[in-house]
């Protein structure tokens, strides 16, 4: 949105500079982005006067002259035609940048004789294409400004052009009336009165207009007009042409540079048809099947049935709030006119206009909403200018249809702007901004004006308030606490648990990954889900309709992609939440990561290998201890059917399960198009039960400084009892003295089958005892040992292993 400033002051009487007006606007949310001020570039320029011209004495173009200048007489060579005595120019000394021809002038010498300066073209100014000769000023002074001497006799020549970026919300600043507005409530003047006098109709108009009843309700509540015949179209009037040139629009004919004008200034988009080239009353009706149009922009469109538009009885002749049609478009010759105007549903016109991929002024407005209520007075204003400008007479208004009701009121609460704000601004001073802003008031409801339609609740009122008052007042103020002291933890505990697993898995050397909650049909079935319940009713593609049941299939997703793009080594997790139903509640918090390829770059020493379950179960471990969860569990192998069943185990506590590790199942991977080996865990975060004690700080830490002693122990076993119920159970032989359990050596295979009997392995523990009071005797450590050969033997059914 463009406009000049002098154009702002038909609406808005102020002495605020360009400066103090921009400012303002950025302030009062109509974003200023960019001010075109001519008078800044030509601030340097003087006026002085030729005293003197005569021949060069080298060159038969050029004139040596003698100009008078507030630094005195000096010498200037000229090659303009018109240099002569006695006429008053416009001076450009050493040192100045001249903005048409790019350059900085320093003294020059041309053809032998020194040059002080430069006698400057409109051209070399940039005030107009004129290059023929230099500036011949009728009047000025030496040493006058030339700034000064524009604003004088020239105002449209530095008249500062601003542009500012409307917001969707503001229809109503599209207009150069409601941006004076906004200024005027902010107190940068005062708003001026709109006089509007309806136009008397000299006759009957003899096209009458119609709507379809079908799009009364929801398309042109009101449509409008009227003919004005024996007008004289032509070029507009030099200032018409100056504004609509300044903002960058290319002037036409009087008729339709009215209805530009009209467009930007007070944001009311009109149109004209030639009179004589409309056959019968003019309907806005749904376009048929077939319909096109010839529009103005010279393009012909194909309109959609369905789509607005204004028909005579040879079909076509606008597409309704968007552009006209050019079989009934005005020329120089037209000399009767039919002015309309209408008011039509946003959602309308911005669903055709972008079915149709126009973009207009007309269009730019009308989806945005204009302002109902002010049809028929913008026609009786078009009305006016055009019989001003292009004479004629004009007929009585022909209506169909009525202003829709946009009446609502609400409620203004003084004490809601301190609030919702935080800003303290007097009862007196918030109802005078509203009614600055056009707000009327019955009691201390706020009736709102039919030009803002974004304003729906008391909120906005409040918004408004705030807005004119300037946020920028607003001055930062600590909360008060609800209690004295150090505050309180915010997170709770599973929440304090998730960034605990996430820094953990992420220090063991693991890349985060973020995936949607949504997966295909196909990998939920993979992972047990897939079912109805978790189905999308409105998915945003065919590959996310369910919710995922798990944190596995994102993962793997996710390797495929890296290992199509040459990434073999993967170490990748996620937290987040998985989905067991549709319900609330059916879900649950997981820490899931996933390790393919090997565990080392290639290097020389062997150290690479391929991933392993121990990989998976020592990470899975490590994330275990961080958040939490007690040291001594159980393994099973009660596991779901995409984990590999001799390669993969459960981490519980009974029948609660904590975590699952190990290899992901050949044919899972085949599916998921992952190239393995690949081993994965999967925590189950809220499983883990947290401690008893909801304590802040950390318990003592007890060391013994007594030497600790190490026993080594070696069962024969069957070969599938597994070593953790070994270690728990010689965890249980003596709880205060046994600090540590750890197996260091496992015998299987034939040689042990052969030394031990079939189906047998051996399973070495070694022990650390850590006393507490006092050094352990000889006999209290035989005592322990045996506890623990009774106990180990007890839990898995074995011997202990001779020498």
């Known amino acids: ?130 290059h023929n000769g230099i500036i011949e000023l009728p009047s000025g002074t030496v040493g006058q400004k030339f700034v000064d001497w524009l604003a004088e006799n020239r105002p449209d020549a530095v008249d500062p052009v601003i542009e500012i970026k409307i917001t969707p919300n503001r229809p109503d600043a599209l207009g150069v009336r409601g941006v004076a507005r906004d200024l005027a409530a902010r107190g940068l003047g005062q708003l001026k009165p709109l006089e509007i006098e309806a136009v008397p109709g000299g006759f009957e108009s003899p096209i009458r207009v119609e709507i379809d009843p079908t799009l009364k309700e929801k398309g042109c509540p009101l449509f409008a007009g009227r003919l004005i015949r024996g007008v004289s179209n032509g070029e507009s009037p030099d200032w018409l042409k100056e504004r609509l040139e300044a903002i960058g629009l290319r002037p036409i004919s009087k008729l339709v540079d009215i209805t530009n004008y009209f467009t930007y200034d007070l944001n009311r988009p009109l149109h004209v048809f030639d009179a004589a080239k409309v056959q019968g009353k003019l309907r806005i009706v749904p376009a048929a099947e077939g319909d096109e149009i010839l529009a103005l922009d010279g393009k012909t469109y194909a309109l959609r049935p369905g789509q607005m538009v204004i028909k005579d009885a040879n079909g076509p002749e606008s597409i309704a709030g968007i552009m006209g049609g050019e079989h009934s478009g005005c020329t120089e010759a037209t000399t009767d006119v039919f002015l309309e105007s209408a008011y039509w549903d946003p959602i309308t016109i911005a669903a055709a206009g972008r079915a149709l991929k126009i973009n207009s002024d007309a269009r730019y407005r009308f989806e945005r909403g204009v302002d109902p209520a002010f049809t028929l007075p913008g026609l009786e204003l078009a009305t006016q200018m055009v019989l001003d400008l292009c004479g004629g007479e004009a007929s009585a208004v022909v209506v169909d249809g009525a202003v829709p009701d946009t009446a609502r009121a609400y409620r203004l609460d003084p004490a809601r702007v301190s609030r919702l704000v935080g800003m303290d601004i007097p009862a007196e001073t918030q109802r005078a901004t509203l009614e600055a802003l056009g707000f009327t008031f019955e009691g201390d409801m706020a009736r709102v004006p039919s030009w803002r339609p974004d304003v729906l609740g008391e909120a906005d009122l409040v918004e408004e308030v705030a807005r004119i008052a300037s946020l920028t007042k607003l001055q930062g103020k600590p909360l008060p606490r609800e209690v004295s002291g150090v505050p309180g933890p915010i997170l709770t505990p599973m929440q304090m ?145 995409w984990w590999h069943p001799g390669r993969a185990g459960n981490v519980a506590l009974g029948p609660n399960v904590l975590a699952t590790f190990g290899e992901v199942h050949p044919k899972v991977l085949r599916q998921m198009g992952v190239k393995g080996p690949a081993v994965a865990f999967t925590i189950w975060l809220e499983n883990a039960p947290f401690p008893k004690a909801k304590t802040p700080t950390r318990p003592a830490l007890a060391i013994s400084g007594l030497q600790a002693v190490e026993r080594d122990f070696a069962f024969v076993v069957d070969s599938g009892v597994e070593a953790i119920t070994a270690v728990n159970a010689a965890l249980g032989a003596d709880k205060a003295l046994i600090a540590e359990v750890s197996v260091f050596d496992q015998f299987t295979g034939a040689k042990a089958e052969e030394q031990m009997g079939a189906g047998k392995k051996s399973i070495a523990l070694a022990v650390r005892l850590q006393p507490k009071d006092k050094t352990l005797t000889d006999a209290e450590i035989e005592a322990v040992a045996a506890k623990i050969v009774e106990k180990v033997t007890k839990a898995t059914g074995g011997t202990l292993r001779g020498a």
């Open 1 to 130: 949105m463009k406009f000049t400033l002098s154009w702002l002051k038909d609406h808005l009487d102020t002495t605020a500079t360009v400066e103090e007006i921009a400012d303002a606007l950025t302030d009062l949310g109509l974003e200023v982005e960019g001010v075109e001020n001519p008078a800044a570039k030509l601030a340097p320029f003087t006026l002085a006067k030729v005293l003197h011209a005569e021949k060069h004495p080298d060159a038969d173009k050029l004139r040596v002259c003698t100009v008078l200048t507030d630094e005195g007489e000096k010498t200037i060579v000229c090659g303009a035609p018109n240099a002569r005595a006695g006429i008053t120019v416009v001076l450009a000394k050493p040192g100045d940048y001249v903005p048409g021809i790019d350059v900085t002038l320093g003294v020059g010498k041309i053809r032998g004789v020194e040059s002080l300066g430069m006698m400057c073209s409109e051209r070399e100014l940039e005030l107009s294409d004129e």
């Open 497 to 641: 648990r998730e960034r605990m697993a996430r820094r953990t898995i992420a220090a063991l050397g693991y890349n985060e990954c973020v995936s949607y909650s949504f997966i295909d049909a196909a990998s939920a079935a993979l992972f047990g889900g897939g079912a109805e319940a978790t189905r999308l009713e409105n998915p945003i593609s065919s590959e996310m309709t369910h919710m995922r049941p798990d944190l596995l299939p994102g993962l793997l997703q996710a390797a495929a992609r890296n290992q199509a793009r040459g990434f073999a080594d993967l170490a990748l997790f996620e937290v987040g939440p998985a989905f067991t139903g549709g319900e609330p509640g059916e879900q649950v918090l997981q820490a899931a990561g996933l390790l393919v390829g090997a565990s080392a770059p290639r290097e020389p020493w062997a150290s690479r290998r391929a991933v392993d379950v121990y990989d998976a179960k020592a990470d899975a471990e490590a994330v275990l201890a961080a958040i939490g969860a007690p040291a001594r569990v159980q393994i099973n192998r009660k596991l779901a059917g």
